[in-house]
């Protein structure tokens, strides 16, 4: 979730169609200024979407978890090179990523809403009244593990304004409990201004409610991952070439030395 400052390349177009339509009416309209933003004539990797100066594609690894993180996405943050949800997915291949409509709820959500093996959590603030007998903290997360559920945490993927509507507007959301994120962490990502140091982005997130569920190793990993993607696109903006690894990076070469030995 993070401020709306910078609009990197975005492609604001129906995946289906083609077509540029308003998401909220499906209304055609005329392609946005901002689809020339800076960025859209950068050579950019097939593997990563990063610039080719400092591409991410060494530096990827894996990891287990065992709660999971589902992304509710918003369709205008799908085509951004600078979303950071696509780093979760890189790392834990479990994670699921649905894109959200107001008027058309994802089928394959709304199963697995239902599907017992699964506790899910909606991660939103706790700061309005309206839902505060739904509020939990990480003890819940604790307490579906102990019952062989395994916790999933619905990460609504966009900027504050996108993730407040994908909350009120979306009714499947409404039985679930919600998770607030209580972390000292401040944000250290670099490629959109936020309105608060205290508004992490999407990977962010899941980092610091992976470290307090439980797993620890998968959330060094994405934060390593996260520095990497960080340092590298910040590098590119500036037209660096990164010749020395950060401590990150090699962290990650190791981790894929002892993944290809393994
Ligand atoms: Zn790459």
Same mark, same amino acid.
């Given at each position: 979730?993070?401020?709306?400052?910078?609009?990197?390349?975005?492609?604001?177009?129906?995946?289906?169609?083609?077509?540029?339509?308003?998401?909220?009416?499906?209304?055609?309209?005329?392609?946005?200024?901002?689809?020339?933003?800076?960025?859209?004539?950068?050579?950019?990797?097939?593997?990563?979407?990063?610039?080719?100066?400092?591409?991410?594609?060494?530096?990827?690894?894996?990891?287990?978890?065992?709660?999971?993180?589902?992304?509710?996405?918003?369709?205008?943050?799908?085509?951004?090179?600078?979303?950071?949800?696509?780093?979760?997915?890189?790392?834990?291949?479990?994670?699921?990523?649905?894109?959200?409509?107001?008027?058309?709820?994802?089928?394959?959500?709304?199963?697995?809403?239902?599907?017992?093996?699964?506790?899910?959590?909606?991660?939103?603030?706790?700061?309005?009244?309206?839902?505060?007998?739904?509020?939990?903290?990480?003890?819940?997360?604790?307490?579906?593990?102990?019952?062989?559920?395994?916790?999933?945490?619905?990460?609504?993927?966009?900027?504050? %304004?996108?993730?407040?509507?994908?909350? %009120?507007?979306?009714?499947?959301?409404? %039985?679930?409990?919600?998770?607030?994120?209580?972390?000292?962490?401040?944000?250290?990502?670099?490629?959109?201004?936020?309105?608060?140091?205290?508004?992490?982005?999407?990977?962010?997130?899941?980092?610091?409610?992976?470290?307090?569920?439980?797993?620890?190793?998968? =959330?060094?990993?994405?934060?390593?991952?996260?520095?990497?993607?960080?340092?590298?696109? =910040?590098?590119?903006?500036?037209?660096?070439?990164?010749?020395?690894?950060?401590?990150?990076?090699?962290?990650?070469?190791?981790?894929?030395?002892?993944?290809?030995?393994?």
């Amino acid at each position: 979730m993070q401020d709306d400052t910078f609009h990197d390349a975005v492609i604001d177009r129906d995946p289906a169609t083609g077509l540029s339509s308003d998401p909220a009416t499906g209304h055609p309209r005329p392609p946005r200024r901002e689809f020339k933003a800076r960025g859209s004539f950068v050579s950019r990797c097939e593997g990563c979407n990063l610039p080719v100066l400092n591409c991410l594609c060494p530096y990827r690894v894996t990891a287990e978890s065992e709660a999971k993180v589902w992304l509710l996405t918003h369709p205008l943050e799908h085509y951004k090179p600078t979303n950071t949800g696509r780093l979760i997915v890189d790392l834990l291949s479990d994670t699921e990523v649905f894109t959200w409509y107001r008027t058309v709820p994802d089928e394959r959500l709304l199963a697995l809403l239902v599907d017992e093996r699964y506790a899910p959590f909606v991660i939103f603030p706790d700061d309005q009244p309206d839902y505060a007998d739904r509020v939990v903290d990480m003890e819940a997360v604790t307490a579906a593990k102990e019952g062989n559920r395994t916790p999933v945490f619905i990460i609504l993927d966009g900027t504050w %304004r996108q993730a407040r509507r994908i909350f %009120r507007k979306s009714p499947y959301l409404d %039985r679930l409990p919600v998770l607030p994120l209580a972390t000292p962490r401040l944000t250290r990502y670099r490629l959109r201004k936020p309105a608060s140091a205290e508004h992490l982005c999407t990977a962010e997130v899941a980092i610091e409610l992976l470290r307090q569920a439980g797993d620890g190793e998968a =959330a060094e990993l994405l934060d390593d991952y996260f520095d990497a993607f960080n340092d590298s696109y =910040a590098a590119s903006r500036r037209h660096e070439k990164i010749e020395a690894p950060t401590a990150a990076m090699r962290r990650l070469l190791a981790r894929r030395e002892g993944e290809r030995e393994a």
